[in-house]
């Protein structure tokens, strides 16, 4: 049946049969070349034998020398006629000589088949993987019959078919590949097209706020003032020189405060001791205190004013001379941040408000700049400093807190840190701006403070800020946030206490008497400096000035020892404040850490937990 078969459906079932049985193809081969020859046989004998009784006979002598000798086979050979035995004889002797002949016939026929078929069947390398996947697929292969040739030729059909709409999938595939990259190229250049754009705008809006800037500036020289550079022996130093508004809302201040004095003079000493003369003075001096009250009033405005406008004075003078503004290069930081304008200028760093062109926000860049004066332990030392405070900086995530966004290196001696920007100045702005807050505003907004130093306290890692002060207070959205950690203390395997080690850093005015101590062992410290920092600031926000060294320098605090005598704190008559306010200013103020309460102490004060109406 297999030969009559085309060459490659017969070899695909050779190896189809060869798979199956685990047996190469010229054994399969042979097998079907022998089986062949035996159906042959059979066929010729089965034509020519007789249907005679003698054959009959012939065939149960056959089955019974093929089965075991008993007595009754003995009795039967004995009786056997000599003829029959000899004629026994020559049929076996010729049946061997005919066998031996036959081997040697197959296995001759057999070669000639073998290279016959080696000649006829020749299978490609990707006919012969089709094969192989059609047999490891096929239903028929843990069977030991082969199927028939309509179901090979319908399983060959249905792979095939399948092939052909794997094929076009992938073809479908491929051109939805190239369209999505298309549409991506597309997008990719529309959004940089996009972010050119907004980069631009960016600019232009920071070069108009500028200008802007500038012409208010100038326009109030005359009323506010300005800075002149003055010669003092060898140096040269800027002088304020006092705007005519403020001058002339001075002098009106001082013209009815002697007004008021000579008619306090005629009140105490009349010439004639008239009632109605005494009325007229009284109504006067009355018109005189309202006036004052105007003029004060008038004083405190222009005030506010000048602080904005020196301000922005002090903003230009440094931008014209920061690193990124100079020239008014506007640069890209990491291929992302447009820098646009600087926010202000520390001892080691400076700070810019950017655009981020990739979240399309307003953030802070704060670059991180080395000194090449600088000796290389000073440069470690400054690298350390600032690797820690971003380590420590990007694990936080408090409402009370500036967040870090990300970092970025700009060259090797310089790098930059993004971080949110907040839209309010800092709490040193508004103490200057209004002197005092009212209690109830000060205590909530203390408290976020507080709550943010609580934060710090639970961490995995206690951080003690250790640089509390109101400039590293920002508002925003009405809401206090914490910032600057370049001072940061960590306080590691759970212990509450730390050796101070760098003594001689921070704000004088905001750090506890501890930071001051000299010995032959540095101070311990503990997270009860930023409590201490936390009474410094509270009670400058209701008083409008500091508990301790008012008006001193850090030169002369440090050299008079201010803050080691400060034993006990003193409140100023006014403002009045309750009394449980003063308690808590006391309780962080107190001058030795065991009496000085610890942050969950202060969170859970009393004071705060009092319901206010």
């Known amino acids: 049946m297999h030969q009559q078969l085309p060459p490659e459906q017969l070899d695909r079932l050779i190896c189809l049969e060869a798979r199956i049985h685990k047996k190469s193809k010229e054994e399969i081969i042979q097998e079907q070349y022998l089986q062949t020859e035996k159906n042959k046989q059979n066929d010729e004998n089965d034509n020519n034998q007789p249907n005679t009784d003698s054959n009959k006979k012939h065939e149960d002598l056959k089955c019974s020398n093929q089965s075991e000798i008993s007595p009754d086979n003995i009795v039967i050979s004995q ?131 500028k200008q802007q800037i500038q012409i208010q500036i100038k326009n109030n020289r005359f009323r506010l ?184 290196e700009i060259d090797k001696t310089s790098f930059c840190t993004v971080l949110e920007l907040c839209d309010g100045p800092d709490l040193s702005y508004y103490i200057k701006k209004y002197k005092s807050f009212p209690e109830k505003e000060a205590k909530l907004l203390i408290s976020q403070i507080i709550s943010a130093i609580k934060y710090l306290n639970n961490h995995k890692n206690k951080i003690i800020h250790y640089d509390l002060k109101p400039q590293n207070i920002l508002f925003h959205q009405n809401d206090l946030k914490i910032s600057d950690f370049g001072l940061c203390k960590v306080l590691e395997d759970d212990n509450s206490k730390l050796q101070l080690t760098s003594q001689g850093v921070g704000t004088y005015w905001y750090l506890p008497p501890e930071c001051f101590h000299m010995g032959d062992q540095p101070p311990s410290i503990s997270s009860k400096v930023d409590i201490w920092s936390i009474g410094v600031i509270f009670f400058e926000m209701l008083f409008g000035q500091k508990p301790f060294g008012q008006g001193l320098s850090q030169e002369k605090i ?48 009393p004071y705060f937990l009092k319901k206010q109406y």
């Open 79 to 209: 009786v056997m006629s000599p003829v029959h035995k000899k004629t026994n004889y020559v049929t076996k002797n010729s049946q061997q000589k005919k066998k031996k002949k036959t081997k040697e016939t197959q296995q001759k026929d057999i070669t000639q088949y073998l290279q016959a078929q080696k000649k006829q069947l020749k299978v490609t390398k990707g006919e012969q993987k089709l094969i192989e996947y059609t047999i490891q697929d096929s239903p028929f292969k843990n069977k030991t019959t082969l199927p028939n040739d309509h179901a090979i030729e319908q399983q060959l059909k249905d792979k095939h078919n399948k092939i052909v709409i794997q094929e076009i999938r992938i073809k479908e595939l491929e051109t939805l590949n190239c369209e999505l990259k298309e549409t991506i190229s597309t997008l990719t250049d529309q959004q940089s097209k996009m972010q050119e754009v907004l980069k631009l705008l960016a600019i232009d809006n920071e070069k108009l706020k």
């Open 225 to 408: 003032g300005e800075f002149n550079l003055q010669r003092e022996k060898i140096n040269v130093i800027d002088v304020w020189i006092e705007g005519q508004e403020i001058k002339d809302a001075k002098e009106q201040a001082k013209n009815l405060e002697n007004l008021k004095q000579d008619l306090e003079n005629k009140k105490k000493n009349p010439k004639n001791k008239d009632e109605t003369e005494i009325r007229a003075i009284n109504v006067k001096l009355n018109f005189i205190a309202k006036e004052e009250q105007q003029i004060q009033e008038k004083i405190d405005r222009l005030e506010t004013e000048k602080i904005l406008h020196i301000k922005h004075m002090k903003r230009l003078y440094e931008e014209e001379h920061a690193r990124f503004t100079k020239n008014n290069d506007y640069p890209l930081i990491g291929s992302r941040y447009q820098i646009l304008s600087l926010l202000g200028k520390g001892g080691f760093s400076e700070v810019y408000k950017a655009f981020d062109l990739q979240e399309f926000k307003e953030v802070a860049c704060k670059i991180h700049q080395l000194n090449s004066n600088w000796s290389d332990h000073a440069k470690q030392n400054y690298i350390r400093h600032a690797i820690r405070e971003n380590g420590v900086h990007k694990e936080l995530n408090h409402q009370n807190i500036v967040k870090l966004y990300d970092s970025v």
């Open 558 to 605: 440090l050299k008079e020892q201010i803050i080691i005598k400060s034993q006990t704190v003193t409140f100023p008559q006014k403002p009045i404040i309750s009394n449980e306010c003063k308690e808590f200013i006391r309780g962080c103020l107190a001058y030795n850490q065991v009496d000085r309460l610890d942050v969950h102490q202060a969170f859970n004060h």
